[in-house]
């Protein structure tokens, strides 16, 4: 039956520098100088190579060559015979290779993120790692099987419906195989057969069904499918899936399995400080304990598809994902082909996981587009691609800050959402409310969501008066408060998603004092720090008991009355300075305090069971060395 035989090990690697090293995948050649800014990271063709043994086979077997990540192009060949090529540096892509196979074989592969016209992304802001950055695998499977070879499919679709207290489940497979029957189970979580049918094509009925009901109760099924002929099994393929229905209420937001379901959470890029694309399941899992944490219930998985155990994550974990493709920043007419071919794996590939809910067609798109006709028709035609491939799931695009809303290309797809970052990049955080209130106003039936919105902060950067642009964690908490006051008074939005939940790379940027890297993440590169934000943000959302003083790392202050800001989820906050109560206030989630400072002070903060501890200091002066330069017009102290 299947196999997977990992080849992650021991690649020779020809790299930018010409010389030859030994490596092991996941790998990427940008993972630092992707990372420390100046737009000059390499962006070219390096090789991989290495042997292995050819895997065992019986009666016929065959095997594939798989690959779950290759940034951006690859080209890839056999002892001595090109196996093929793929353009897209996200998705999975494999061959069968059974009949280039010997004893002993070598295999060499070409990856280039050069510059050209036809591949996307060539332009978004953030870097676009070169390398095989995720698993490549041998996939045996019998002679006889389940489709392979259709974008990267697995040759099993599952389409569940809600019908009253049931679930109807469309099991349509895929196969060339002469006289053979499909046979269907569908296993609740604990593997128990809960409906059985026969067909290439069946709908099976689960009664008084489970359903995914988001963080709550995300209840998973499963999918077997068994390839029989003369009562003999041949290939057999799952799948898991979820049970539920969702729809989107212009004037009231989004509706999960009936209910109404607001949809608050984060973006996420998959990059780690160091290592750049190229992580683990260590680092997924990671992820996705400080997204859970943060009580978010929806992730917007920019600007490409996301590996496919994040996916599964989602699924585990109850998240609403949006899922798109990286058609970004700027159309090319000669990337048409490939935009096409993308989302074909985008929605092949991810077709069964029941975290997703939309598909994204395209971001920021208007900002350098020069032939604004064949893009408009490109956005059609994907638009018509995605409804004909899935026509359970709606569509959206995320549109630039200065893209008018009557743009026609705002009005493509299902459902809408801006990237705006008003109080930010342009002053005016009350102009939050007034755009959101215009569009609704002048588009009551187009549901309308905020796909980015966010404030740059780092963490040894700090201010007693915090302003626009000075990178301060203190300004980025006085920006993210207000947005999060203003989606309550806007409870019409679809969807909110934060930009971003980490730190990331984007090796063009030049500012804040660290360049190549965009810092509007409420969690830092490395994930060991968690801004003052993300507890801002963990007050809002989540349900676990917690308190956190903000500004512990603004020790040093030159003042001798400070403002001292808790955020919790508890209504109740006592501060206690060394050892004694001074005050305590009722209220929801913001908590400030004033603070007298003599010397080292000692803060305590507690809110029911918990509690949090910080030691402040009065200076006298700040010490010049941690001032930025006056020529930056920032007030910001480095501490």
């Known amino acids: 039956m299947r196999r997977e035989i990992a080849i992650n090990e021991s690649w020779a690697f020809l790299g930018p520098d010409g010389q030859e090293q030994t490596v092991n995948l996941p790998h990427t050649w940008n993972g630092a100088d992707g990372q420390d800014g100046g737009n000059d990271y390499w962006r070219g063709t390096c090789t991989y190579s290495r042997t292995f043994p050819a895997p065992e086979t019986a009666d016929g077997e065959r095997a594939y060559l798989e690959f779950r990540g290759v940034n951006a192009s690859a080209a890839v060949e056999l002892n001595g015979t090109a196996v093929g090529t793929h353009d897209g540096g996200y998705s999975t892509f494999r061959w069968d290779v059974t009949n280039l196979l010997k004893p002993e074989n070598a295999l060499t592969v070409r990856v280039d993120n050069s510059v050209n016209d036809r591949v996307y992304p060539q332009k978004a802001d953030f870097t676009f790692y070169g390398g095989i950055y995720r698993d490549v695998l041998l996939r045996v499977v019998p002679a006889e099987h389940f489709d392979l070879d259709t974008f990267g499919g697995e040759g099993l679709k599952v389409t569940p419906t809600v019908q009253g207290k049931d679930g109807a489940v469309r099991v349509e497979t895929f196969h060339g195989v002469a006289g053979a029957e499909v046979r269907v189970h569908l296993l609740d979580a604990d593997g128990n057969a809960v409906a059985e049918g026969t067909g290439t094509d069946v709908t099976l009925t689960i009664p008084d069904v489970r359903l995914w009901d988001g963080v709550k109760d995300p209840y998973l099924y499963a999918a077997e499918a068994a390839l029989v002929r003369d009562g003999v099994e041949l290939d057999k393929v799952s799948a898991r899936f979820g049970v539920r229905s969702f729809r989107v209420d212009p004037d009231k937001g989004f509706f999960l399995n009936g209910r109404l379901y607001p949809l608050h959470g984060v973006s996420r890029h998959q990059d780690w400080k160091g290592i750049g694309n190229a992580i683990t399941k260590e680092h997924h899992r990671r992820d996705m304990e400080l997204i859970r944490e943060?009580?978010?219930?929806?992730?917007?998985?920019?600007?490409?598809?996301?590996?496919?155990?994040?996916?599964?994550?989602?699924?585990?974990?109850?998240?609403?994902?949006?899922?798109?493709?990286?058609?970004?920043?700027?159309?090319?007419?000669?990337?048409?082909?490939?935009?096409?071919?993308?989302?074909?794996?985008?929605?092949?590939?991810?077709?069964?996981?029941?975290?997703?809910?939309?598909?994204?067609?395209?971001?920021?798109?208007?900002?350098?587009?020069?032939?604004?006709?064949?893009?408009?028709?490109?956005?059609?035609?994907?638009?018509?691609?995605?409804?004909?491939?899935?026509?359970?799931?709606?569509?959206?695009?995320?549109?630039?800050?200065?893209?008018?809303?009557?743009?026609?290309?705002?009005?493509?797809?299902?459902?809408?959402?801006?990237?705006?970052?008003?109080?930010?990049?342009?002053?005016?955080?009350?102009?939050?409310?007034?755009?959101?209130?215009?569009?609704?106003?002048?588009?009551?039936?187009?549901?309308?969501?905020?796909?980015?919105?966010?404030?740059?902060?780092?963490?040894?950067?700090?201010?007693?008066?915090?302003?626009?642009?000075?990178?301060?964690?203190?300004?980025?908490?006085?920006?993210?408060?207000?947005?999060l006051k203003c989606f309550e008074r806007h409870p019409f939005l679809w969807a909110t998603h934060l930009w971003n939940m980490f730190d990331f790379a984007a090796d063009a940027r030049d500012q804040g004092g660290e360049p190549g890297m965009n810092h509007k993440g409420v969690v830092t590169f490395d994930r060991k720090i968690k801004k003052d934000s993300f507890y801002l943000y963990k007050a809002w959302w989540s349900g676990e008991p917690f308190v956190h003083i903000c500004g512990s790392r603004y020790r040093d202050r030159p003042e001798h009355l400070t403002e001292v800001k808790v955020y919790t989820n508890q209504p109740k906050v006592a501060l206690y300075l060394n050892g004694?109560?001074?005050?305590?206030?009722?209220?929801?989630?913001?908590?400030?305090?004033?603070?007298?400072?003599?010397?080292?002070?000692?803060?305590?903060?507690?809110?029911?069971?918990?509690?949090?501890?910080?030691?402040?200091?009065?200076?006298?002066?700040?010490?010049?060395?941690?001032?930025?330069?006056?020529?930056?017009?920032?007030?910001?102290?480095?501490?």
């Open 294 to 483: 943060i009580g978010a219930n929806t992730i917007r998985l920019a600007h490409y598809q996301h590996d496919q155990y994040f996916y599964d994550l989602c699924d585990e974990y109850g998240m609403v994902v949006w899922a798109e493709i990286p058609y970004i920043s700027e159309h090319m007419p000669n990337g048409r082909e490939n935009a096409v071919s993308q989302m074909k794996e985008l929605i092949t590939q991810n077709y069964n996981h029941p975290c997703i809910v939309c598909w994204g067609v395209s971001n920021e798109i208007t900002i350098s587009t020069k032939d604004n006709k064949d893009m408009l028709d490109n956005h059609r035609v994907l638009n018509n691609l995605c409804h004909e491939l899935d026509p359970t799931r709606f569509t959206t695009l995320a549109c630039y800050a200065i893209c008018a809303p009557f743009n026609p290309v705002a009005h493509i797809t299902d459902v809408v959402s801006w990237n705006l970052y008003l109080g930010w990049y342009v002053p005016g955080l009350f102009l939050n409310d007034l755009w959101m209130n215009f569009f609704h106003f002048r588009y009551p039936k187009r549901a309308l969501g905020y796909s980015e919105y966010g404030c740059e902060a780092m963490p040894n950067l700090h201010s007693s008066h915090p302003r626009r642009g000075d990178h301060t964690e203190e300004y980025q908490c006085i920006y993210n408060e207000y947005m």
């Open 580 to 639: 004694e109560r001074i005050e305590e206030k009722t209220g929801e989630k913001v908590f400030a305090f004033q603070v007298p400072l003599h010397g080292e002070t000692k803060l305590e903060a507690r809110a029911g069971e918990c509690s949090d501890a910080c030691t402040l200091r009065y200076v006298e002066t700040p010490n010049p060395a941690y001032t930025l330069p006056k020529k930056s017009g920032k007030s910001a102290n480095w501490v």
